[in-house]
């Protein structure tokens, strides 16, 4: 048996890592008392004012952000400030389990990303899977339609930022082809920043004027979900491929759930969870297609 921490299990250490970390988001929010946007801003503002340091220090580091690559993890960075900033505004008007969910529908943006940029060949197995997680976000908002109008809303703001995380996903595969994990996580994090400064500028929330408790969890947030998040993933993607890692990132939602119950005091209801088993069950397929690829059908 290969001992843990192997060169070839790191990656998915990194990844379930990323899981926990990022799993404890919505919390970061909830407990802020702030505008969802103003807390984005701030867990990526300090996470690069953290990180500058370690990514100064280096020569070569600094050299390479005059790559011309570099404009990957910068729209990285841009992508991840208008997730953040779509998905801490569905906050307000569904719950943290739904926002969680249905902004991890990145798989299918993915999917479409890699076959119509990268040129990468998916095959039967991954497009049913891809259904089934479709299915399930559906059924989630159509129903939080019909019962809670605010929550559809919500909803639909949740899978808007789905779009974006999976733009997040297939810059940051390229990015890592040239970058380290902590060059990308940097540069990135200067990109997201500036992005959220102008959406907050532009939508007039202040930035300043908070309780000591509100920094306090913008600083967690700072290091738990975008230094230990991001930083594990990032790694995972220069490993994995991103096909595979924004599928498995459906577990996210699945830990928000558990913990939303204790921490505050949500408890899905039976439409919620049956459509999250479903969107569940389609990405299980998805990452089971993996290495597993089918004869190709004909052109129709």
């Excluded at 801003?41 to 790559?67: D, G």
């Excluded at 011309?68 to 389990?97: M, R």
């Excluded at 940051?172 to 380290?180: G, H, K, M, V």
């Excluded at 220069?238 to 204790?262: D, N």
Aim: proline residues 6%; contains cysteine.
């Amino acid at each position: 048996m290969k001992r843990l921490g192997g060169r070839r299990e790191l990656p998915y250490v990194a990844l379930a890592a990323g899981v926990v970390a990022l799993s404890l988001s919505a919390m970061f929010v909830r407990w802020a008392d702030a505008p969802g946007p103003v807390t984005a801003f701030y867990r990526m503002s300090l996470s690069a004012l953290f990180l500058a340091p370690a990514f100064l220090s280096r020569r070569e580091r600094t050299a390479a952000v005059r790559h011309p690559h570099v404009v990957y993890p910068i729209l990285a960075g841009v992508f991840t400030g208008l997730d953040l900033a779509l998905w801490t505004s569905a906050l307000d008007f569904t719950t943290a389990s739904n926002a969680t969910l249905l902004g991890n529908t990145s798989p299918l943006w993915v999917a479409l990303g890699a076959w119509l940029l990268f040129r990468e060949r998916l095959n039967r197995r991954f497009w049913v899977g891809l259904a089934l997680a479709l299915a399930g976000a559906v059924l989630i908002l159509s129903t939080d339609f019909l019962l809670h109008p605010r929550f559809g809303i919500g909803d639909l703001m949740a899978i808007f930022t789905g779009f974006f995380y999976g733009c997040y996903f297939l810059a940051t595969q390229r990015s890592r082809e040239r970058f380290d994990s902590l060059s990308h996580v940097w540069i990135a994090g200067v990109g997201a920043s500036a992005a959220l400064l102008i959406t907050n500028l532009a939508l007039g929330y202040p930035l300043a004027g908070y309780p000591a408790s509100t920094w306090v969890v913008f600083v967690s947030t700072a290091i738990v979900s975008q230094l230990v998040g991001y930083l594990a993933l990032a790694y995972a993607l220069g490993h994995l491929p991103a096909r595979i890692v924004a599928p498995t990132m459906i577990l996210q939602p699945v830990l928000t759930t558990i913990l939303a119950v204790p921490l505050l005091g949500e408890v899905p209801t039976v439409w919620q969870g049956l459509g999250g088993l479903v969107a569940l069950s389609g990405i299980y397929v998805v990452n089971q297609s993996h290495g597993r690829p089918e004869r190709e059908l004909p052109n129709a």
